[in-house]
DNA sequence: CGTTGGCTTGAGTCAGATCAATAGACGTGG
DNA sequence: CCACGTCTATTGATCTGACTCAAGCCAACG
């Protein structure tokens, strides 16, 4: 946060200054040196809807997600899997200093990301502290977010986790990039676009199917939500949904 | 991992060297001009079992365990609460870069940390590149577990958590510090001290305490562990005890 | 020796899983 | 255009694993 400030507004590189995301994610913190550094040893790459990214246990990439949703998830011998993150524009892909990744990356829609070179991006992280307290900075935003969805996991229940999810999804997309949106600044009546499908918010959530099917009519029946289609709902009666979620503040 | 290998063996600060977790945590990858630099805003502190160290909300502290075991936890409004991570000697509390801790951290042992100024720590983590390599493959390696707990919460039958954790705790045991050991290099046989409480081991499970218990004696009545007291018990089938833990490899 | 706290065990209940059927959206090809 | 298959989502009926409530055990301790 403190390094934000540092953000400098001249001439940019020609490929980032035209970049979606550029004020946003890792960039955003980069001075004009480091900038151009980083994007020497970058180059846009395009995945389909459903295509996997990285696999969990293979080589790590690195890269900025600069359109499209993805998800990042971990998997059992049987089959079973549990989606740990879901991936927006501006966020980073790449467990730094790991030789593997630890989960599996798919995209969910039509994704382009915005891929370093490993070796010469470690390096850049060695030469540049200002990019090396980004990521950091990065890691422990993933690492806070992954715990608060453990205490959903071990904690919360169907309805509980449900009317999170969708409290969060509103508070990323209202986000839309400019982190550090305030807690409760979400207006209601939102329109609401949930970018993945019903089995895709079971394995988040760790539900099935059927039950998120189940406990979202039930949002829609007690006036919390409304539908247009599965897809894309409306918050009608957020206060209600706060309470829905179980934490009672910040959300 | 590379830059262990920079570990140099010359004289110590006098408190550092006299320290028990000195090789491993942090303070194993510091050269001594960066070990003398963090001893120097370093002092130890105390704590009694069941005292709070931080609290969720509340700034940060940070600290290295030097012995001892305490828990992290997340609670909701109502109560419930979920344990997120267990700490042993040489891990590192407090989230870099983060005003507010996102949890609380609670001594379960009597235990003893190493304790660093605040501003003094983010003043080295500038200064000493080294050690902010050391911070963020720290809190890689905590993602890392809080995903494979993600997993287990979102997943796994209750038998499979109760397994799975024993699995861990062995795994950590055998460690002892010293970090990177092979994943399934267990003997059959080890002994083993649970550390926390049955409700603590529920907190941590998302279980209840009578299904803890439950699993517990189901697991020693298949004979895969033998119990000496509840807190103390011996892996007795190690292949079975895996298998049980649902992840077939890598445990 | 009574109390207290941690753990186990049993009996009954329920939230969410499983199994199964249906409906709508979307293409594809005749 | 319609028939067809596929894919996603919803809804219903039933089942079950874990929770709840309750009792009992045991060791520690005043």
Redesign the interface.
């Known amino acids: ?1 403190s390094i934000q400030s540092a953000f400098n507004l001249a001439p940019l590189p020609s490929a980032c200054s035209r970049c979606a995301i550029r004020s946003q994610s890792l960039c955003g913190a980069l001075t004009d040196v480091a900038l151009s550094a980083l994007n020497g040893i970058s180059r846009h790459r395009h995945f389909a809807p459903g295509q996997i990214v990285v696999t969990e246990g293979e080589p790590a990439i690195f890269a900025n997600v600069v359109s499209g949703i993805l998800v990042e998830k ?1 998997g ?3 089959g ?3 989606i ?2 879901m991936l927006f524009p501006a966020d980073f892909i790449g ?4 030789d593997s990744s ?2 599996t990356v798919q995209a969910v829609t039509a994704v382009t990301m915005c891929a370093f070179d490993r070796q010469g991006f470690e390096h850049l ?2 030469h540049h ?1 200002v990019l ?2 980004c ?3 990065h ?2 935003a ?3 977010n ?6 959903l ?4 229940s169907a309805e509980e986790r449900v009317a999170t999810f969708l409290l969060r999804l509103a508070l990323r997309q209202a986000d839309a990039g400019c982190r550090h949106v305030a807690p409760d600044m979400l207006e209601p009546g939102l329109e609401l676009e949930i970018p993945i499908s019903r089995a895709q918010m079971a ?1 988040y ?2 539900l099935t199917i059927e039950t998120v099917s189940r406990r979202m009519t039930a949002l829609r029946d007690a006036g919390l939500v409304a539908f247009r289609d599965a897809r894309s709902i409306r918050l009608v009666n957020l206060e209600a949904l706060r309470k829905a979620a ?4 910040r959300n």
């Open positions: 946060m971990k059992l011998a049987d079973r899997e549990q740990v993150a467990d730094a200093q790991r630890d989960t992280l060695v502290p090396a307290h990521v950091l900075d890691a422990m993933r690492l806070e992954a715990r608060e969805w453990m205490l996991l071990g904690q919360k394995a959530l760790g179980g934490d009672q503040d």
